[in-house]
């Protein structure tokens, strides 16, 4: 369930951001600041509206915004959904859905973090920051370690390499959600399921440090593919 709530100003660490004024020049605030509403002398198809808008969302030359999912509506019209990418690095929680309408993009909603520049080549190897995670997560018996569920997922993604090991995701993560560039900090996302106890853990570790900066209790239940809320609180630029 994804719940977008926008507004277009809004307090992040006590201090008060708003929409830049490049932002504002293709774009007016509608619906009490739920809704950025692209000017109609820029409404552009979706393939040029990053291009063409790189800077008035603050986008840098190392950014790239990936879409993601692509939904469309009865009338035929479509919805994107982006997400922001720094180095080739998924930034979590910046993503953007733009709105279509007859072949051109009217408005769009949700967060991106701009004037990004951090980091982005990881100290910490990834199978260390795999064996943090699982000894941040004690357990008697991990899913991995049982071969009936080994077999499972290797049957139901029709791949012999499936496995519920761990496999680390290198993401530019903040355990605060401050939306605040400089918060941010290359991180391994990773996935801890055991059955004894039966528990889900997403572990994130520092990709510099090795520390663990924040582990997240998740829906425990097997072979069910899990939708994550998210809770946006503005248009963040």
Same mark, same amino acid.
């Given at each position: 369930?994804?719940?977008?709530?926008?507004?277009?100003?809004? $307090?992040?660490?006590?201090?008060?951001?708003?929409?830049?004024?490049?932002?504002?020049?293709?774009?007016?605030?509608?619906?009490? +600041?739920?809704?950025?509403?692209?000017?109609?002398?820029?409404? &552009?198809?979706?393939?040029?509206? !990053?291009?063409?808008?790189? =800077?008035?969302? +603050?986008?840098?030359?190392?950014?790239?915004?990936?879409?993601?999912?692509?939904?469309? @509506?009865?009338?035929?019209?479509?919805?994107?959904?982006?997400?922001?990418?720094?180095?080739?690095?998924? =930034? #979590?929680?910046?993503?953007? &859905?733009?709105?279509?309408?007859? +072949?051109?993009?009217?408005?769009?909603? +949700?967060?991106?973090?701009?004037?990004? $520049?951090?980091?982005?080549?990881?100290?910490?190897?990834?199978?260390?920051?795999?064996?943090?995670? &699982?000894?941040?997560?004690?357990?008697?018996?991990?899913?991995?370690?049982?071969?009936?569920?080994?077999?499972?997922?290797?049957?139901?993604?029709?791949?012999?390499?499936?496995?519920?090991?761990?496999?680390?995701?290198?993401?530019? !993560?903040?355990?605060?959600?401050?939306?605040?560039?400089? $918060?941010?900090?290359?991180?391994?996302?990773?996935?801890?399921?055991? =059955?004894?106890? !039966?528990?889900?853990? &997403? =572990?994130?570790?520092?990709?510099?440090?090795?520390?663990?900066? @924040?582990?997240?209790?998740?829906?425990?239940?097997?072979?069910? #593919?899990?939708?994550?809320?998210?809770?946006?609180?503005?248009?963040?630029?």
């Amino acid at each position: 369930i994804l719940i977008l709530i926008i507004t277009f100003i809004f $307090n992040c660490l006590g201090q008060t951001t708003a929409v830049t004024p490049d932002l504002q020049g293709i774009a007016q605030i509608r619906n009490k +600041g739920k809704v950025l509403m692209i000017r109609d002398a820029y409404q &552009i198809p979706v393939q040029d509206f !990053f291009a063409k808008y790189h =800077v008035q969302f +603050g986008l840098t030359s190392a950014d790239d915004m990936v879409l993601k999912e692509e939904i469309v @509506k009865i009338n035929g019209n479509k919805d994107y959904r982006y997400q922001q990418h720094f180095h080739g690095i998924p =930034v #979590e929680g910046a993503t953007l &859905i733009l709105h279509e309408n007859n +072949g051109k993009i009217v408005s769009c909603n +949700g967060s991106i973090v701009n004037n990004f $520049n951090r980091p982005f080549t990881p100290v910490v190897d990834a199978e260390n920051a795999v064996q943090t995670a &699982i000894n941040n997560t004690p357990a008697k018996t991990y899913a991995w370690e049982v071969a009936v569920l080994e077999q499972d997922i290797k049957t139901q993604h029709q791949n012999e390499k499936a496995t519920y090991y761990p496999t680390p995701k290198l993401i530019f !993560f903040d355990p605060d959600y401050s939306y605040n560039a400089q $918060n941010y900090r290359l991180t391994y996302a990773i996935d801890i399921l055991s =059955v004894e106890p !039966f528990n889900r853990q &997403i =572990v994130y570790v520092d990709a510099t440090t090795g520390a663990v900066t @924040k582990s997240v209790k998740k829906n425990q239940r097997i072979n069910v #593919e899990v939708q994550a809320e998210t809770r946006y609180d503005g248009i963040r630029t």
